[in-house]
């Protein structure tokens, strides 16, 4: 009876004129507020549970289509990340999502593309996915992710928390970007819905399946659900065509007045800037930089030993005044890179090589620039755990193991696991990375490899070109003057992840 004197009263409003129909529902809006007023407390950040390792997470997540937006890998990636098993219910795409898909994960079940009737699908992933036993089960739709907190360990430490608390399911405040990546909408509406995301497995969940558009999209049987101050990232409007495509889709199923025409209303639009730190890792791009200029084999030493030990980044050679011999084997293999040529070509070399530095840094098509150099060997977990300390007034760099051709410097490591790429011994160094990384982040250390935000660096406007010499004949040099010079003043401090290690050869291009 209540149900059918909701739908009854929903499509009365439907008539009514747009600003009437915004008027009656900001109004129940803020009386239904007022009611809960004081109920539904935030939980808030969690210290570390012991019970958080033995969690069993379970994605579920349904997609159509969503390879050409960039939606699917970055939701894979994000669940990849957090989830023990991913469950998927593709619904026929035609993309090649299925394709993708199956790369993540062999639980995929296939089901027609019927937007009205998505809660029977979902109760068919929940009956798939109860037989996987987990635990929790957390859902995301296909343009979502959650911030990076999330992403390193905060879902399950909630999922601990609410079994230590007697809680069964969890809400997230949904943060919608708009027309880009950096900002999210405030207005009206905007910003105020909250979801039930994470689900415990208490042995009652079912869907309440009907046909129809915006139903609740968690299961039935939870009984005590608290709030989270995790917030969930929603990339459905992060792009005007994204918006139109939306606005289309739920016209064609039906909807109408208010809830479809605020997709377009932006007469008092709110923005506000979204905080770079809160984005996961799995939602940026990562590009790693390294110069070139003469030595094939160095191209190779340190892309395979990029690919052997390092996912989900992309490695950009920079080409700065190369030879012909080198631009033709990264251009004739394929082989990601950019192409400096300095119009003095005598100009003294380091000067060309801060330069180059900063041409990569500026083009490199990475949300996140990691700088190396062409003669470093990486271990595993190198750039996961570099990147971990990543925020937005830090600028991050690995620890070095070096080889002995010239002294180290703060918190190096003098060691010889080979001075030239023939001699490279990687099974010893990658034990002794093992025995050697701590989960540590230090202030201070040498210049790197370096992770910084690609916006960062173009506002510090780079290295500068060339050392500074001063008067009692000694030099300090680029980096320096770039770590301390120009980025401390801008709040960007200089540290040493200490579980990150990284093999320096030294001057290994040069000695060729």
Known sequence: MLKSVKKLLKSALSYLPYPVQKWVLFSWYRMRNKSNNGKGEIIKELPHLEEERRVRLVGFLKVYNELASGNLPRVLRHLKNVCDEIVVCDCSSSDGSYEIIKQYTPH??????DFKREIFAKQKML??????????IVWLDADEVFERSGEEGGLKRLCAYGDRNGFDGFEFQEVNLWKGTREYRTDGFWGKGWFVRLWKN????????????HKDQHPRGLDNIAKSELKVIHYGFSSAEEIGKKYERYKRNGQKGFYLEMFKDEKNIRLETLDVDLLPLSALKISVVSLIYKSVPYIKFVSDSFNKHTENAEFVFVANDATDKVKNY?????????????????EYYLNRVYRAWNYGGMNAPGDIIVFVNSDMAFSDG???NLLKWLRKDRIVCSRLVESGKMPSGTYGISRNFGQSYKEYNDTGFQEFAKRTSKPELREGGLFMPCAIYKESFIKSGGYPIGNRKIPDGKEISGDHIFFYETLKPMGINHFTAFDSIVY?????????
């Not at 251009?331 to 005598?346: A, C, S």
């Not at 320096?504 to 060729?512: F, S, T, V």
Request: proline share 4%; no cysteine.
């Open 108 to 113: 995929i079940l296939r089901e027609p593309n």
């Open 504 to 512: 320096h050869i030294q001057e290994g291009e040069m000695d060729e």
């Open 382 to 384: 190198w750039l996961d």
């Open 330 to 346: 990264l251009k004739e293999n394929g082989v990601v890179h950019l192409v400096l040529e300095n119009e003095d070509k005598n």
């Open 127 to 136: 009956e798939y996915i109860l037989k996987l036993n987990p635990d929790w």
């Open 202 to 213: 208490n042995g009652n969940l079912s869907f309440d399946a009907e046909t129809g558009l």
